[in-house]
């Protein structure tokens, strides 16, 4: 999703661009000391907020522009993560 974001948004010679990378690994990072592990519910349905409040936005950002277009890009993991949101709730 951070991909399809800074392909779209960002005027840069590589993909992701610096800001993105960097915002790809602290979402990486989260995901790795999650204490729900495999079971972890949709980030807007977890009851632990982990990402700081700047990166929380961007992330926001970036799923809101992606998420629409997945279906067209990756459609396998659209239909996955609505399946994963829906069996969290």
Same mark, same amino acid.
């Given at each position: 999703?951070?991909?399809?974001?800074?392909?779209?948004? *960002? @005027?840069? !010679?590589?993909?992701?661009?610096? @800001?993105?990378?960097?915002?790809?690994?602290?979402? !990486?990072?989260?995901? @790795?000391?999650?204490?729900? /592990?495999?079971?972890?519910?949709?980030?807007?349905?977890?009851? =632990? *907020?982990?990402?700081? *409040?700047?990166?929380?936005?961007? =992330?926001?950002?970036?799923?809101?522009?992606? /998420?629409?277009?997945?279906?067209?890009?990756?459609?396998?993991?659209? =239909?996955?993560?609505?399946?994963?949101? =829906?069996? !969290? /709730?």
């Amino acid at each position: 999703m951070i991909y399809l974001y800074c392909k779209a948004n *960002h @005027d840069s !010679f590589t993909i992701p661009c610096y @800001d993105c990378e960097e915002l790809t690994s602290y979402a !990486f990072l989260k995901l @790795d000391k999650c204490p729900y /592990g495999n079971n972890k519910p949709a980030c807007s349905k977890c009851s =632990i *907020h982990c990402y700081e *409040h700047n990166k929380r936005n961007k =992330i926001k950002s970036v799923m809101r522009y992606a /998420g629409p277009r997945m279906l067209y890009t990756h459609p396998a993991l659209a =239909i996955k993560y609505l399946l994963t949101k =829906i069996r !969290f /709730g």
